[in-house]
């Protein structure tokens, strides 16, 4: 027992010192949870309020996607780059070593696969599932549009729902269906569905006109899928805007692990990201990794 004797004159209240009451650094989260705001914590980099996913879920519906062959190979050593790894939980399960002690991105929605409707998704993780897994986040695709559209939009809030429960946040996926035009008018519609019904964060795609109209309409954090595989120069580009007309992150999978040089690539894309360095020097950047300074 601490002896409750001889200690009252050594107490200090620092009457000088204000009491501290920092602002949560993302957008619209700030009346969270402290577990919430903690598990965004291990997913945003709290100094810069932005992250780097590094997405490796395609598997879920599509065949092992180039580059994802043996995660355990390819994908494993990037993890010290990211600042999140997004995947499933088989993934999770059986390739991701449990050191790992970033944030985990759960995919939590699936059911149909290439060969189908994909629209048609089902929620597919029990909450109970993603608290034993000691996740970050579940994430969630939203079909606006889709043909099973409004099943979609019940996945992500009932995810919320249960996400609230146990201070899980929830990442919705606004999923562009094949007849679908990819501009700002499309993506603002579905990232504000995807907020006002509650997740706690976003991810879409960027659009060269106006995409800072969707994030300045989106009252959360919005961060953009990398998409399919496209020169390294141009990738960086496309992050390097977004992240200037109010993104707050990247949740990048092709453009990293299809790349030539993944390791450096990830590294460029934190520059970007985390320092605003412009495109040009982090492509010299990438290079300077990919073959040795001159
Ligand atoms: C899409 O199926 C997955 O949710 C991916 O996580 C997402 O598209 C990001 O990966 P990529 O940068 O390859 O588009």
Same mark, same amino acid.
């Given at each position: 027992m601490p002896d409750a004797e001889g200690t009252q004159d050594h107490h200090r209240y620092y009457f000088d010192i204000a009491p501290s009451n920092e602002p949560f650094?993302?957008?619209?989260?700030?009346?969270? $949870?402290w577990g919430m705001k903690n598990r965004l914590s291990n997913i945003f980099?709290?100094?810069?309020?932005r992250t780097v996913m590094l997405a490796v879920d395609h598997g879920y519906f599509l065949e092992p996607t180039t580059g994802l062959e043996r995660i355990d190979v390819t994908i494993v050593p990037l993890l010290r780059y990211a600042d999140t790894l997004m995947c499933t939980r088989g993934i999770l399960r059986?390739?991701?070593?449990?050191?790992?002690t970033r944030g985990v991105v759960l995919r939590a929605s699936g059911g149909p696969?290439?060969?189908?409707?994909?629209?048609? &998704?089902?929620?597919?993780?029990d909450i109970e599932d993603a608290v034993r897994l000691n996740v970050s986040a579940m994430a969630v695709q939203v079909y606006i549009g889709g043909e099973f559209e409004t099943k979609s939009v019940h996945n992500m809030t009932r995810l919320v729902d249960a996400g609230n429960k146990y201070g899980i946040p929830v990442l919705g996926v606004t999923a562009v269906g094949?007849?679908?035009?990819? $501009?700002a008018k499309y993506l603002r519609l579905a990232t504000r569905i995807c907020a006002e019904l509650g997740a706690t964060y976003i991810k879409t795609y960027f659009v060269d006109e106006g995409f800072e109209t969707i994030t300045a309409s989106c009252p959360v954090p919005v961060v953009i899928a990398g998409g399919k595989k496209i020169p390294e120069h141009d990738a960086l580009q496309m992050a390097y805007n977004a992240i200037q007309q109010g993104a707050a992150g990247v949740d990048m999978g092709r453009n990293i692990f299809q790349s030539e040089a993944p390791a450096a690539m990830i590294q460029a894309v934190r520059k970007v990201v985390h &320092? $605003?360095?412009k495109p040009e020097e982090a492509f010299e950047y990438y290079q300077e990794l990919k073959y040795g300074s001159p």
């Open positions: 650094p993302l957008r619209g989260l700030n009346a969270l $949870d980099n709290p100094a810069t309020g059986t390739t991701i070593p449990p050191s790992f696969s290439i060969l189908q409707e994909l629209s048609n &998704e089902e929620i597919a993780v094949k007849n679908m035009v990819r $501009d &320092e $605003d360095m």
